[in-house]
Every structure is written in structure tokens, then in C-alpha cells.
């Protein structure tokens, strides 16, 4: 079967979803602009919209909610789902009949793949799997333009009021992502699929396993006027850009895929004196919500269902930290994302945001591992981000549920369920070597622990990436 789109049909498949999302960023703008009730009244009406067709078209909701009574369901009516469930029957949870697990998983194997549409229709992308198995996300037009619209509002929005778009024109409106490439994760495959839809636009990508150096060598030559990437590399450019050895003048910064503190936030803004933009997402739902001036993240409520719920599955009062979030992307109609587990922990601002924004306002912990400081031969300290460091062991040994603990300046233990260790440990152990060889750190011991990863005890979650106290930047 073939699966891939030929790549003259992108620009006039792209001039579409353009208009589509032009359309939906207008709407977008004009319910918000009539307050709290209307936000709730989209969300309502696409939920309702949304649980119709899954029950209808998607096998695995309807015998999921057989037991459930005829018409309209309220979002409190419908089980909660976790990506285990969904994976183990993912023919039965698309919508659309023609989408085959055997067929998916074949496309995700070539990596030439990445920002290509499946069947000709659909963007792919996977999640990067710390319960253990990965999840993979099927995209519909409908839901990429729902994302799209919503990057433009927050372009508009009071974050990027500041923004020097005269510098961003004198840099030719160049763009750079660093993040990790090497397989189908949603980042890169977003970025690809707008560089290729839009062949006007100057993009390019960095990928975060390279060394510092050499990101910052590219970075110097390419002069990006919008830069984007996790918190955690970002905060390593800025160190670079005030040492002086990065020297870029962006006109706006973009940070997702980690927990962005007001602190990191604050540095990062300084060592590049531009404006940051804060996107609180995940694969199962690309944009949930965006940072505000007064530190907050408002969510995307008329697109995003987010329940924060305490162990129990019982909603968690404003102001009081949940043990988890269930998730309901209201946008993608071919695979239904609803009330799923997604992990991370929100506080919901028991008042409306000083900033002034009609949309709900919420604090979340979620992907929160070291930066790893490690010595060099010669005593300088390397630092690499823990994304980085997590993506040489899931793309190299194909592992998903570890713990890389550093246990000295240069020594690192990795953690491993007894079933992986046996099967993958030694691959495992020598993709890691080889990626530090990479960063000039050929002299760091890695080796493999006999206990299995642990949990953080102060939340149950597991951390990747476990660094000493004070080896952080």
C-alpha cells in the first residue's frame, strides 16, 4: 500500500488548511471576545458533536459505553481511558475503517516518514512512552486546522504585544526549531509538515542530540528570528548567549514539552531580550493551552476538556494540586481522545487570572527531569538536556521505561526493568556511551544498575532523567 502523498499535492493541500484555519482562528477569537459563557457553550456543542461520532464510529467507545443510556452524554457519564487501553485496540479506536494498525506501524518504521501524510490524509506522530509503551496519535485536517488556528490567536496574544516584528523581518522571518528529529514525535512532525506546506517560509531544525557547539554553530549562522524548543534548551542557549558564544537576536521564542518555570522563564527572556511564548501541550492533544504574562497557563478551554481529578477520579477543588488530568481533545474527530489519563498534575486558579484572559488558568507539573552536569577529561562541565539524553535510548535501543541516574561527575547508572535489561541493557548502555563520546564526554562511565526504575516518592511519577542535587544550571 502506498502512504505516501506525493510532495506537489502539499502546497494546494496547505492553501486549504490555511483558509480552514484562518477561518477557525476568527471564530476562535470572536467567542472568546464574548466571555467565559460562550468559551463554555463552544466546548459544550463540540463535545457533544464529538461523542456522537465515537460512539457511532469508532468500535472501541461504542462497546465501551454499551452500558451506557441512548442520546447525549454529559462528560461526567463516560469512563476514563488510558493509552494502554487505546493502543491494545487501536483498530477499534479509529473512526475511519481504513486505518490498520499493520499499515501504521509500517509507515512509522522509515523515518522518511516524519511530516508525511498516511493514506494520504493523516499526520502520525507518537508520544515518547515513560509508562512504558508508546502511545500513536492519528490527525486529521479538521484537527491540524484546529491546532493551527489556535497558534495564530496566541501569535496575537498579549505575550507577543512586545515583539519586534521589524527585527523579525530584518532576519528574513526565519525559523528554528531544536528538538528531537529522529523519529515520528509530534514536534518535528508539526514543524515538517508547515515547512513543507509552505515552501515560502524559511524553517529549519536542529536536532537536540547534537552537541551544544554544534547547535550553536548553526544557530550563529542561520540567525533565526523566532527560536523554538523545551524549556531545558533553551535555558542552555541563554547560557550560551550570555557567555557570548551564541549570538542571535530573535524577535520571539517559543518553549513546550516541559515544565517552564517563572525563574527559567525570566533568564531566558533576558539572555535574548525578546518575548517567550509558553505552550502547554502533549501528542494526545497538541495544544492544550499557552503561558500568560502573570505566569499562568490558560487553557484552551473551547477546544480542550480538562478535568483535574484526585486519586479517586473525584474533581479536584481550584487551588488544591490534582494527582492526575484526564484530557478531551474536542478536535480530532478520526481518532476521539476523551477523558484520557494523562499524568500530569494542574492546580486550577481558584480565581480568574490577573492578566485579564476569559479562559481558565491552571499550574501543571509535568515532564520536570534533570540537566545532567557531567566532567570532561579535562574537568569542564558538559550540560545536556534531559530530552536529549531520553530520546538516544528510546530511538537507539527502543526502550521506553528507564531511569538514567547520574551517580558522580563522570559516572551515569542506568535503570531498566529485569525483562529490558536482558533483552536491550547492553544496547542500551552503548548507545549512551556513544552519545557522549559525541559531546566530548568519551570518559564517562556508564553502567547498569540491578535495581528497576523508581518512582519520585513525593508524586508516584517517574523522572527519565535524574541528576545530583546542585547539578542543574
Known sequence: MSTRLPSSLDPLHASVQQWNAGTLAAQTLWTRGLGPDAVAA?????????????RAHSPFYRKRWRHLPAGDLAPAD??????????????????????AWRDVAAFLA?????????????????SSGTSGRPGVFVQDDAALAAYDALVSVQLGGATLAGCDWTAAI????????????????????????????????????????????????????????????????????????RAGRLAIRPAALWAGGEVLSPAARAAIEQAFGCPLVNEYGASECLTIGYGCPAGWLHVNADWVLLEPVDADGRATPPGE????????????????????????????????????????AIQVEGRCDD?????????????????????VVETQARLHRFQIVQRGADRVQLRLA???????????????????????LANVRVTLARDEPQLD??????RQVVGRKGSDP
Open 110 to 126: 522509515t523515518r522518511a516518514h516524519i511530516g508525511e501524510r498516511f493514506l494520504g490524509k493523516y499526520l502520525v506522530w507518537t
Open 457 to 462: 516518592p513525593r508524586d508516584g511519577k517517574l
Open 170 to 241: 530584518g532576519h528574513g522571518g526565519r525559523a528554528a526549531l531544536v528538538a528531537a528529529d529522529c523519529d515520528h514525535f509530534a514536534s518535528i512532525v508539526s514543524w515538517r509538515r508547515v515547512a513543507r506546506g509552505k515552501p515560502w517560509l524559511a524553517m529549519t531544525s536542529f536536532a537536540v542530540t547534537l552537541p551544544v557547539g554544534a547547535i550553536v554553530a548553526g544557530l550563529n549562522a542561520y540567525q533565526p528570528a523566532f527560536l523554538a524548543g523545551y524549556p531545558t534548551v533553551l535555558a542552555l542557549l541563554a547560557a550560551e548567549q
Open 418 to 440: 529485569a525483562a529490558d535489561r536482558a533483552r536491550a541493557g547492553a544496547q542500551a548502555v552503548a548507545a549512551l556511551r556513544g552519545y557522549f563520546a559525541r559531546q566530548g
Open 371 to 391: 540537566v545532567l552536569a557531567l566532567a570532561a577529561r579535562d574537568g569542564t562541565l558538559v550540560r545536556l538536556v534531559p530530552l536529549a539524553l531520553a530520546t
Open 78 to 99: 463516560v469512563p476514563v481511558v488510558t493509552k494502554d487501553e487505546l493502543m491494545a485496540s487501536f483498530d477499534d479506536w479509529c473512526t475511519d475503517r481504513a486505518i
Open 321 to 360: 494540586l490534582s494527582h492526575t488530568v484526564l484530557v478531551t481533545n474536542l478536535a480530532n474527530a478520526v481518532q476521539p481522545v476523551i477523558r484520557y489519563d494523562l499524568g500530569d498534575r494542574v492546580r486550577v486558579a481558584p480565581a480568574r487570572c490577573v492578566c485579564g484572559d476569559p479562559l481558565p
Open 42 to 54: 463552544a466546548a459544550r456543542q463540540r463535545w457533544a458533536a464529538l461523542a456522537r461520532h465515537a
